[in-house]
């Protein structure tokens, strides 16, 4: 074979580049791989009968008369799955004396919340499944339902499970919290309220489960295909390696994906039954009810400050609702915030105490930013109480308070070491873009006017912990799972690259910024990378996607993976050049001889050929370039930034618009800074719909009344005006990419912006605090309009 | 979701289509644009026996002007009553009022026919309905009948259409010339349903409010007229603190429900409000 | 069952259907355009927004029956002669979509908006998109992809 020696170009870097995503051409024109798009030849739809009681004894199902209904193959009542079916998995059990109770994924004996499964029918298409669900008889013996998060600890009140409503209490404590809090100048209490949200990703829930003989692939709408596989196989008995599961294009999870599902095990228990593929594909209000709900907590925050507002310490005592069950990490979702209360802020004494409580509603569990928004939420609403109680501008009080620049890497008092970060730099240029000082011109003139419309600014600077992992931290927090991602790195004979990541995307755009960090690291054009993944059998390993973990983690995976192959290269290359390697030198995508020209060097894809062929090989070189990688960071990642908000809040009805919404975030090195900005802009969105719109609301009985989009309110274009976003960009130490996470950034600062804004609109009107979600009607009472 | 299963039947005139619904009997439902109804039947909150799809049948079709009002046919879509231009030069508070109702698609195929004969106090065009004193012309075996909007709403999602009764259209009076006009639509996101909304057409006369017709959404089971307001405000100088006074007792007479947005006394503080904004926003038009 | 003719992106069909058959099922299921999906049960998410008659409908609130005789196009009958719509080609240079769930409906939503208004606002694309959420994007990006689109659509460097 002859070998031409590729033209060495100077190339531009593709890291930090604003690639145009490689995932959009099919996309755009509807060539998709949605979980309900998938047909198979004699292919049955599953559907479920949820309870419609939120507590309440199942006295008799019968599902015989659904079995007689046209097109029905089969259906199931819980007691029919039996002992087959398992419990659902809680893999962080944060406390040794945890409260873990069963969890069959098809009630059994007792229904917990609205929306349940307690029987299931097979039929030959969804309409005819749909119809049979009306003909199963079953009877409840209503019990009283546990819906008062304070209440539900009462000693009279009526139980979840046998073993008491609290779940389990978890502290957290450093420093003399009460020498802190004695003779403070200055203490500032509130009890705040972070209601209970449904994550609404636009892609309902699907999952098709395909047998073959012993074997089943499991296609799902999940973050977690690789966790799911032995999840899946833990609970239902079927071995691991019989197993695949896939998650083809999935839409959107925002960590309700991040789940192993009463439906995914019951469509797999009821292919296997049957010998036939099974699809379940959720409604809109079957998913509000029964998609694990966010947020939900109950927050008793205290800090302690001097005269002139530097922080002594606080305190945060939380009550957490964990909803009926514990499902895969729900109780570790308040612990992501335990360390985060502190904010950016110095501060001598931390007390955090949570306790987690159960209630006859639909599990909690990860929703974007989990626990952190919380936290961010809590410190940066008192932040503002705390400059208005000494008479000074919120942005000062905070530049007396927070870690500067020179002070990293900083121990915080909740126990985490910051690595790095630019503060002051990020307010500062956020301040500018804002227009800070002429907005406040523009608020004393309304205020002086008395203007119907009050003009409100609000500040968040936020930090917050990501790129989840190391494996070590998470198993001293008691979570089973490991923080390591894995990349393989083939190079394929035509010198074309295939990436193979084990952190599974939904939307972020991971075939690119991976296609940009391997384009950089071989030095091979960005269009010669493909990116594989969220398939078992593809890509074997992995612990898939949340926490703004994939950059941090998989992507610096898929770096490592790319020196490796290097490093197998530049040996083949010695080998063929006769020379040693060391004198090698690696760039634009040859090895040459050091100072030489790149003609003369051996290129990737002469190499990628002259392995596939083998017929020179060094010895003890296998013929494959290809090679894995893990990384497991040391340290999370801490991204950080300030977000100032406009609001204009109608003090006659009470109605608040954004004007004007500025984010400036240091996410660390930039991979695609079109990515970032996408992610930020669709996190601020989010953490506006919990300020302003979300909320899922119960009756007395435990009935959601939010089981729609027409009742629960996510904001549309016509609500939310453009973001206005920069960067400051100080490099993550943690790994050798710099990089730090962003896919929560957005929604954890954007919230206590909101409402520190709708707060500083109406503080002169004796307002101290609107309880989210910010309604108009809430904002009217807050105000005094109510008689 | 699914819906369950109905017999469906597509007339194609007004007498076929009037047979066909009373043959269907009681559960039969007509089916206009089916903005309102089929998310409904998906949701299994209606099990109508047999669809009787109005689409088809072209007396229900098309605007006519017939000296003193306006003849629009029930199937107008939503999007043909903002953009017609006889209803724009007559009745420009349908249109505006229109122009809000849900979103794009919904107002391809929404139309003011089954808008009103859902009769939903939420919806916005009823409160047009009564501030306009349309006057709805309905087909029925038995008769034709011309009913005013003020009998028409009979209490939430009921109206006076008996079960074999078509509404075919609606008389729309022209006001005629000084007339302007505004409506007031509160909710908590653009496409959420009105908290409370205020239909506002007023007669301005020497730089006075001469006269005023106020219809208000989603104050009671039906939708209302702030009559009270009309008459405080006739002669009354377009001045707000006037206004304010005028529509202080904009909530007189109305029973708001209280829901997942807001509770019955917030309503009536939304109703002098917007009444205000509404009127001060048509009077200065 | 009743029997209906409908044209599709060019193609057409004809079909025996449940009457209670919606509109998107019929797409889905029996045509296999999977490219338009469902997202809601009410009519609110506006996902399943297609072209019907030249006008943009939820495809989720249309009865397949009442479709009888109409022209609809889809997300996947946009493009012309293997050419992206210009829509399409301003999402991805803008970014305007992240996993893609709400951007058939979105492109359909925006491409009536352009028919009524050829040179909107940014007020006007916001308020003309109001019938389609998405959960990714903030719409920050879908509405500078509108402009852009607009800006090409009208012979001008977009």
Redesign the interface.
Same mark, same amino acid.
């Given at each position: 074979m002859t070998v031409t020696p590729t033209p060495a170009e100077v190339r531009q870097s593709e890291v930090g580049r604003a690639r145009r995503r490689k995932e959009d051409a099919r996309l755009v024109t509807g060539q998709t791989r949605w979980t309900d798009n998938i047909q198979a030849p004699g292919l049955l739809h599953i559907a479920f009968l949820r309870s419609p009681m939120a507590h309440a004894r199942i006295t008799r199902v019968d599902v015989s008369a659904a079995r007689e209904m046209p097109g029905v193959v089969a259906a199931f009542s819980g007691a029919d799955f039996g002992a087959e079916q398992g419990s659902l998995p809680c893999a962080w059990p944060v406390t040794e004396d945890i409260v873990i109770p069963d969890h069959p994924p098809m009630a059994t004996e007792t229904v917990r919340y609205v929306g349940e499964a307690v029987a299931c029918v097979v039929a030959t298409d969804r309409y005819r499944a749909a119809d049979a669900l009306e003909a199963i008889e079953i009877d409840y013996e209503p019990l009283p339902p546990v819906l008062d998060l304070e209440k539900a600890l009462d000693a009279d009140s009526p139980l979840v499970h046998d073993a008491g409503n609290r779940a389990y209490t978890w502290t957290l404590s450093n420093g003399d919290v009460e020498a802190a809090f004695r003779d403070a100048p200055v203490v500032i209490s509130r009890t705040f309220r972070q209601q209970r949200l449904i994550p609404a990703a636009m892609e309902p829930r699907a999952v098709v489960v395909t047998p073959l003989g012993d074997e089943y692939t499991v296609h799902t709408s999940t973050q977690i295909p690789h966790i799911l596989r032995f999840l899946l196989a833990s609970v239902t008995g079927v071995p691991e390696h019989r197993l695949r599961v896939i998650a083809p294009d999935v839409g959107g999870g925002f960590g309700s994906k991040l789940q192993c599902t009463a439906e995914e095990v019951l469509c797999l228990l009821a292919a296997k039954r049957l010998g036939r593929p099974v699809k379940w594909t959720e409604s809109r209000s079957e998913g509000n009810l029964t998609v694990h709900h966010g947020r939900d907590q109950l927050q008793r925050v205290q800090i302690a400050a001097e005269a002139d507002g530097r922080l002594r310490g606080m305190k945060i005592d939380l009550l957490a609702d964990m909803g009926a069950y514990l499902m895969l990490v729900t109780p570790g979702i308040p612990l992501l915030g335990a360390f985060m209360y502190n904010g950016v802020y110095k501060m001598a004494a931390y007390d955090f105490r949570c306790t987690g409580v159960f209630t006859t509603k639909m599990p909690t569990d990860a929703y974007r930013g989990a626990g952190r928004p919380e936290a961010t939420f809590a410190i940066e609403r008192l932040m503002d109480e705390l400059a208005a109680e000494i008479g000074v501008d919120p942005v000062e009080v905070r530049r007396r308070n927070w870690i500067t620049h020179g002070e990293f890497p900083y121990d915080t008092v909740a126990g985490l070491t910051y690595d790095s970060g630019d503060y002051e730099a990020a307010t500062e240029k956020a301040l500018q873009l804002f227009g800070y000082d002429k907005l406040r011109a523009e608020q004393k003139d309304r205020r002086d006017r008395g203007d119907t419309v009050q003009l409100g600014i609000g500040i968040s600077t936020y930090t917050e912990m990501c790129g989840l992992a190391p494996s070590r931290v998470l198993g001293q927090l008691g979570n089973a799972s490991g923080g390591w991602e894995q990349a393989d790195v083939r190079v394929l004979p035509t010198g074309k690259v295939e990436v193979a990541t084990g952190a599974t995307p939904h939307g972020q755009g991971h075939v690119t910024a991976w296609s940009q960090i391997a384009a950089d690291a071989l030095g091979v054009p960005f269009e010669d990378v493909s990116v594989v993944y969220g398939d078992t059998a593809v890509v074997p390993r992995g612990w898939d996607t949340y926490g703004s973990r994939s950059l941090a983690i998989g992507g610096v995976a898929v770096h490592l993976a790319c020196e490796k192959v290097k490093e197998k290269a530049r040996r083949v290359a010695a080998h063929l050049m006769e020379i040693d390697p060391g004198d090698l030198e690696y760039a634009e995508g040859a090895f040459r001889v050091r100072g030489a020209p790149a003609e003369q060097g051996r290129s990737i894809q002469e190499l990628a050929a002259a392995v596939f062929n083998a017929h020179d090989m060094p010895e003890g070189i296998e013929p494959r370039l290809d090679s894995s990688a893990t990384f497991d960071p040391a340290n999370f990642s801490f991204p950080h930034g300030t977000h100032l908000c406009a609001v204009e809040v109608d003090t006659e009805t009470g109605f608040t618009k954004i004007r004007s919404y500025v984010a400036v975030d240091d996410v660390g090195t930039v991979v695609n800074p079109l990515i970032v900005d996408g992610q930020v802009h669709g996190g601020i969105a989010q953490g506006i719909g919990q300020a302003l719109y979300e909320e899922a609301v119960h009756d007395a009985e435990g009935n959601l009344l939010t089981t729609t989009l027409a009742d629960y309110l996510v904001p549309s274009a016509a609500d939310l005006p453009a973001f206005v976003t920069g960067r400051t960009e100080t490099p993550a130490t943690s790994n050798p990419l710099g990089v730090k996470g962003v896919g929560e950034a957005g929604t954890i600062a954007s919230t206590p912006a909101v409402v520190n804004g709708i707060v500083d609109a109406l503080r002169h009107l004796g307002v101290r605090d609107v309880q989210m979600p910010c309604t108009p009607e809430r904002v009217w009472r807050a105000i005094g309009g109510a008689s | 979701m699914i819906p369950a299963r109905f017999d469906y039947a597509q007339p194609t005139s007004l007498p076929q289509a009037v047979s066909v619904l009373s043959d269907a009997g009681e559960d039969a439902k007509v089916l206009a644009g089916g903005q309102s109804l089929l998310p409904l039947l998906r949701m299994r909150l209606a099990y109508p026996s047999v669809l009787v799809d109005v689409g088809c049948v072209s007396e229900l079709r098309g605007v006519r002007d017939e000296g003193d009002h306006l003849f629009v046919g029930a199937m107008t879509t939503q999007h043909d009553l903002v953009r017609d231009p006889l209803i724009r030069e007559h009745c420009p508070l349908v249109s505006l009022t229109a122009a809000t109702v849900a979103d794009p698609a919904v107002r391809h195929r929404g139309t003011i026919g089954g808008s009103l004969a859902h009769a939903d106090p939420a919806g916005d065009l009823p409160s047009v309905a009564v501030a306009l004193d349309m006057v709805f012309v309905t087909r029925s075996p038995r008769e034709e009948r011309r009913i005013a909007a003020a009998d028409f709403f009979l209490d939430y999602l009921e109206s006076a259409l008996e079960t074999d009764e078509i509404l075919v259209g609606l008389e729309i009076p022209k006001l005629g010339p000084g007339w302007t006009y505004h409506y007031e639509k509160f909710h908590r996101t653009a496409q959420a349903w009105a908290i409370v909304g205020a239909a506002v057409a007023v007669r301005r006369a020497d730089g006075h409010i001469a006269e005023a017709r106020i219809g208000l959404t989603n104050m009671a089971p039906v939708p209302v007229r702030a009559s009270s307001v009309e008459a405080a405000v006739a002669g009354a100088a377009i001045d707000d603190d006037v206004l304010r006074r005028a529509c202080a007792t904009a909530d007189e007479g109305t029973s708001p429900a209280s829901d997942l947005h807001a509770t019955p006394e917030y309503r009536r503080h939304l109703a002098r409000v917007l009444t205000r904004r509404a009127l001060a926003t048509a009077a200065r038009a | 069952m009743?029997k209906i003719n409908v044209n599709v992106d060019g193609v057409g069909h004809e079909e025996e259907v $449940?009457?209670?058959?919606?509109l998107v099922?019929f797409l889905?299921?029996r045509l %296999?355009?999977? %490219?338009?999906?469902?997202? /809601?049960?009410? &009519? #609110?998410? &506006? +996902?399943c927004?297609i072209s019907?008659n030249g006008? =943009?409908?939820?495809s989720? =609130?249309?009865?397949a029956?009442?479709a009888d005789g109409a022209h609809l196009v889809?997300? $996947?009958g946009? +493009?012309s002669n293997g050419d992206?719509h210009p829509l399409?080609k301003a999402?991805? $240079?803008e970014?305007g979509?992240? /996993?893609?769930?709400?951007?058939?409906g979105m492109?359909m +939503?925006a491409l009536?908006?352009l028919k $009524?208004n050829p040179d909107p606002a @940014?007020e006007d694309?916001? +308020?003309?998109? @109001?019938? #389609?959420?998405?959960? /990714?994007? &903030?719409?920050? #990006?879908?509405?500078r992809a509108v402009q852009r689109a607009a800006r090409e659509m009208a012979g001008e460097r977009p």
């Amino acid at each position: 074979m002859t070998v031409t020696p590729t033209p060495a170009e100077v190339r531009q870097s593709e890291v930090g580049r604003a690639r145009r995503r490689k995932e959009d051409a099919r996309l755009v024109t509807g060539q998709t791989r949605w979980t309900d798009n998938i047909q198979a030849p004699g292919l049955l739809h599953i559907a479920f009968l949820r309870s419609p009681m939120a507590h309440a004894r199942i006295t008799r199902v019968d599902v015989s008369a659904a079995r007689e209904m046209p097109g029905v193959v089969a259906a199931f009542s819980g007691a029919d799955f039996g002992a087959e079916q398992g419990s659902l998995p809680c893999a962080w059990p944060v406390t040794e004396d945890i409260v873990i109770p069963d969890h069959p994924p098809m009630a059994t004996e007792t229904v917990r919340y609205v929306g349940e499964a307690v029987a299931c029918v097979v039929a030959t298409d969804r309409y005819r499944a749909a119809d049979a669900l009306e003909a199963i008889e079953i009877d409840y013996e209503p019990l009283p339902p546990v819906l008062d998060l304070e209440k539900a600890l009462d000693a009279d009140s009526p139980l979840v499970h046998d073993a008491g409503n609290r779940a389990y209490t978890w502290t957290l404590s450093n420093g003399d919290v009460e020498a802190a809090f004695r003779d403070a100048p200055v203490v500032i209490s509130r009890t705040f309220r972070q209601q209970r949200l449904i994550p609404a990703a636009m892609e309902p829930r699907a999952v098709v489960v395909t047998p073959l003989g012993d074997e089943y692939t499991v296609h799902t709408s999940t973050q977690i295909p690789h966790i799911l596989r032995f999840l899946l196989a833990s609970v239902t008995g079927v071995p691991e390696h019989r197993l695949r599961v896939i998650a083809p294009d999935v839409g959107g999870g925002f960590g309700s994906k991040l789940q192993c599902t009463a439906e995914e095990v019951l469509c797999l228990l009821a292919a296997k039954r049957l010998g036939r593929p099974v699809k379940w594909t959720e409604s809109r209000s079957e998913g509000n009810l029964t998609v694990h709900h966010g947020r939900d907590q109950l927050q008793r925050v205290q800090i302690a400050a001097e005269a002139d507002g530097r922080l002594r310490g606080m305190k945060i005592d939380l009550l957490a609702d964990m909803g009926a069950y514990l499902m895969l990490v729900t109780p570790g979702i308040p612990l992501l915030g335990a360390f985060m209360y502190n904010g950016v802020y110095k501060m001598a004494a931390y007390d955090f105490r949570c306790t987690g409580v159960f209630t006859t509603k639909m599990p909690t569990d990860a929703y974007r930013g989990a626990g952190r928004p919380e936290a961010t939420f809590a410190i940066e609403r008192l932040m503002d109480e705390l400059a208005a109680e000494i008479g000074v501008d919120p942005v000062e009080v905070r530049r007396r308070n927070w870690i500067t620049h020179g002070e990293f890497p900083y121990d915080t008092v909740a126990g985490l070491t910051y690595d790095s970060g630019d503060y002051e730099a990020a307010t500062e240029k956020a301040l500018q873009l804002f227009g800070y000082d002429k907005l406040r011109a523009e608020q004393k003139d309304r205020r002086d006017r008395g203007d119907t419309v009050q003009l409100g600014i609000g500040i968040s600077t936020y930090t917050e912990m990501c790129g989840l992992a190391p494996s070590r931290v998470l198993g001293q927090l008691g979570n089973a799972s490991g923080g390591w991602e894995q990349a393989d790195v083939r190079v394929l004979p035509t010198g074309k690259v295939e990436v193979a990541t084990g952190a599974t995307p939904h939307g972020q755009g991971h075939v690119t910024a991976w296609s940009q960090i391997a384009a950089d690291a071989l030095g091979v054009p960005f269009e010669d990378v493909s990116v594989v993944y969220g398939d078992t059998a593809v890509v074997p390993r992995g612990w898939d996607t949340y926490g703004s973990r994939s950059l941090a983690i998989g992507g610096v995976a898929v770096h490592l993976a790319c020196e490796k192959v290097k490093e197998k290269a530049r040996r083949v290359a010695a080998h063929l050049m006769e020379i040693d390697p060391g004198d090698l030198e690696y760039a634009e995508g040859a090895f040459r001889v050091r100072g030489a020209p790149a003609e003369q060097g051996r290129s990737i894809q002469e190499l990628a050929a002259a392995v596939f062929n083998a017929h020179d090989m060094p010895e003890g070189i296998e013929p494959r370039l290809d090679s894995s990688a893990t990384f497991d960071p040391a340290n999370f990642s801490f991204p950080h930034g300030t977000h100032l908000c406009a609001v204009e809040v109608d003090t006659e009805t009470g109605f608040t618009k954004i004007r004007s919404y500025v984010a400036v975030d240091d996410v660390g090195t930039v991979v695609n800074p079109l990515i970032v900005d996408g992610q930020v802009h669709g996190g601020i969105a989010q953490g506006i719909g919990q300020a302003l719109y979300e909320e899922a609301v119960h009756d007395a009985e435990g009935n959601l009344l939010t089981t729609t989009l027409a009742d629960y309110l996510v904001p549309s274009a016509a609500d939310l005006p453009a973001f206005v976003t920069g960067r400051t960009e100080t490099p993550a130490t943690s790994n050798p990419l710099g990089v730090k996470g962003v896919g929560e950034a957005g929604t954890i600062a954007s919230t206590p912006a909101v409402v520190n804004g709708i707060v500083d609109a109406l503080r002169h009107l004796g307002v101290r605090d609107v309880q989210m979600p910010c309604t108009p009607e809430r904002v009217w009472r807050a105000i005094g309009g109510a008689s | 979701m699914i819906p369950a299963r109905f017999d469906y039947a597509q007339p194609t005139s007004l007498p076929q289509a009037v047979s066909v619904l009373s043959d269907a009997g009681e559960d039969a439902k007509v089916l206009a644009g089916g903005q309102s109804l089929l998310p409904l039947l998906r949701m299994r909150l209606a099990y109508p026996s047999v669809l009787v799809d109005v689409g088809c049948v072209s007396e229900l079709r098309g605007v006519r002007d017939e000296g003193d009002h306006l003849f629009v046919g029930a199937m107008t879509t939503q999007h043909d009553l903002v953009r017609d231009p006889l209803i724009r030069e007559h009745c420009p508070l349908v249109s505006l009022t229109a122009a809000t109702v849900a979103d794009p698609a919904v107002r391809h195929r929404g139309t003011i026919g089954g808008s009103l004969a859902h009769a939903d106090p939420a919806g916005d065009l009823p409160s047009v309905a009564v501030a306009l004193d349309m006057v709805f012309v309905t087909r029925s075996p038995r008769e034709e009948r011309r009913i005013a909007a003020a009998d028409f709403f009979l209490d939430y999602l009921e109206s006076a259409l008996e079960t074999d009764e078509i509404l075919v259209g609606l008389e729309i009076p022209k006001l005629g010339p000084g007339w302007t006009y505004h409506y007031e639509k509160f909710h908590r996101t653009a496409q959420a349903w009105a908290i409370v909304g205020a239909a506002v057409a007023v007669r301005r006369a020497d730089g006075h409010i001469a006269e005023a017709r106020i219809g208000l959404t989603n104050m009671a089971p039906v939708p209302v007229r702030a009559s009270s307001v009309e008459a405080a405000v006739a002669g009354a100088a377009i001045d707000d603190d006037v206004l304010r006074r005028a529509c202080a007792t904009a909530d007189e007479g109305t029973s708001p429900a209280s829901d997942l947005h807001a509770t019955p006394e917030y309503r009536r503080h939304l109703a002098r409000v917007l009444t205000r904004r509404a009127l001060a926003t048509a009077a200065r038009a | 069952m009743a029997k209906i003719n409908v044209n599709v992106d060019g193609v057409g069909h004809e079909e025996e259907v $449940e009457p209670r058959l919606l509109l998107v099922h019929f797409l889905r299921d029996r045509l %296999g355009k999977v %490219g338009t999906p469902v997202g /809601c049960d009410t &009519g #609110n998410c &506006g +996902a399943c927004t297609i072209s019907m008659n030249g006008k =943009s409908v939820k495809s989720c =609130s249309v009865l397949a029956v009442q479709a009888d005789g109409a022209h609809l196009v889809t997300v $996947e009958g946009l +493009a012309s002669n293997g050419d992206r719509h210009p829509l399409q080609k301003a999402f991805h $240079e803008e970014h305007g979509l992240q /996993c893609g769930y709400c951007t058939p409906g979105m492109l359909m +939503a925006a491409l009536d908006l352009l028919k $009524e208004n050829p040179d909107p606002a @940014e007020e006007d694309i916001r +308020a003309g998109l @109001e019938g #389609n959420l998405c959960r /990714c994007t &903030g719409y920050v #990006n879908i509405v500078r992809a509108v402009q852009r689109a607009a800006r090409e659509m009208a012979g001008e460097r977009p």
